[in-house]
Every structure is written in structure tokens, then in C-alpha cells.
């Protein structure tokens, strides 16, 4: 199902009390192209979303001193095009004890004080966390950290590995985790 059936950019659109024309692009249209980068186009993030949570944590007077990473499986439902993926929807793993459905991971980064979110990126169903962490360790916790100015990098387990332990000492980033039991 295409966001243009859904009609997110008109339903958003609609619900602002005013209108403005003197806008290239509405609301609307910036969250579909928001919703379309993190579902779509996994490859590249969308810098500017990046900036914009920047500021609001700023502006909020949020103490940033630190990050937090997790993942989530997240089940599909409906029909939807098989060939023309960038993020793989596959069977296994059911944490909602739904095995028949097909489904995505969804990593995301927030600050660590409110929630908000800073990065986020799909994924290919069932990808192994320890993977998809070490990935994001080396291209996005650079940039992060300095555009957050925070101290602390907080996962869970998935993020104690050998080579994602190299690539944060080489960044600098102190972090926060649990060893795993294996």
C-alpha cells in the first residue's frame, strides 16, 4: 500500500489550524518523505532529521549525556511488493507469537533523557542485532556524537562485541551495556 492511498500528507495537512501556501512542500509531504527514508531508503539517512532532533533537544535544555540504541521486530500485515524491497520482510523470530507473519526490524537511536528519537534505520527481518549494531557503531556514532555532544553510548548486550568495542574506542565513545552470558 503507497502513502499517497493512505493520505498521511493530506490527514496531517488537514490538521494543521493554518494554512500555509507560501510553503515549496507541506508538512504532509516532509513527513512522507521522513516515513519513506527510514522504510525505504536504508542506505542513506536523512540528515536533516538528524539536525531538527538536534535542535529540539537544545532547545528543550535536555541534558544529552547520552545516547541509546535498540532494535524491534516489527510484523507486517496486507500485500506488498516482494521485488521491489530495500528491507527484506521475512518469516522466523516471533516475539507477539506471530511465526506466520512476515516482518522488519526497525534500529533506532533516541537521547537518552526524553526519548527523542535521532536516528533511525529499517532493517531486513531476523537481522542479527550484534550485525546491525556493529554497522551503526561505525557509520553513525561519530556523527551523532558530536551532533548530540554526548558522553555515553547505551545498547544492550547485542553491542559487546570485539569489533564493535574497536570501533568505539577508536571514535572515542564511552559506553553502557551488559556483557553477554555467552
Given at each position: 500500500m503507497s502513502l499517497k492511498k493512505l493520505d498521511i500528507a493530506q490527514i496531517i495537512d488537514g490538521a494543521i489550524p493554518e494554512p500555509y501556501n507560501d510553503k515549496l512542500i507541506s508538512f504532509g509531504q516532509l513527513v512522507e518523505?521522513?516515513?519513506?527514508?527510514?522504510?525505504?531508503?536504508v542506505g542513506r539517512t536523512l540528515h536533516i532529521y538528524q539536525t531538527l532532533s538536534a535542535n529540539v533537544v537544545e532547545h528543550l535544555g535536555l541534558p544529552n549525556e547520552g545516547i541509546h540504541l535498540?532494535?524491534?521486530s516489527i510484523h507486517v500485515d496486507g500485500q506488498y511488493d516482494e521485488d521491489n524491497q530495500a528491507v527484506k520482510l521475512v518469516r522466523g523470530y516471533s516475539r507477539d507469537h506471530r511465526p506466520e507473519s512476515k516482518r522488519g526490524v526497525l534500529n533506532l537511536i533516541t537521547?537518552?533523557?526524553?526519548?527523542?528519537p535521532v536516528h533511525m534505520q529499517a532493517a531486513?527481518?531476523?537481522?542479527?542485532?550484534?550485525?546491525?549494531?556493529?554497522?551503526?557503531v561505525k557509520h553513525h556514532i561519530s556523527p551523532l556524537k558530536v551532533a548530540q555532544d554526548s558522553q555515553y553510548f547505551i545498547a544492550d548486550a547485542a553491542l559487546y562485541t570485539a569489533q564493535t568495542m574497536q570501533s568505539r574506542d577508536e571514535q572515542k565513545q564511552l559506553f553502557i551495556s551488559r556483557a553477554p552470558q555467552k
Open positions: 518523505a521522513m516515513i519513506l527514508n527510514g522504510l525505504a531508503w535498540d532494535s524491534t537521547e537518552n533523557k526524553a526519548g527523542i531486513s527481518g531476523n537481522i542479527n542485532d550484534n550485525e546491525s549494531f556493529k554497522n551503526i
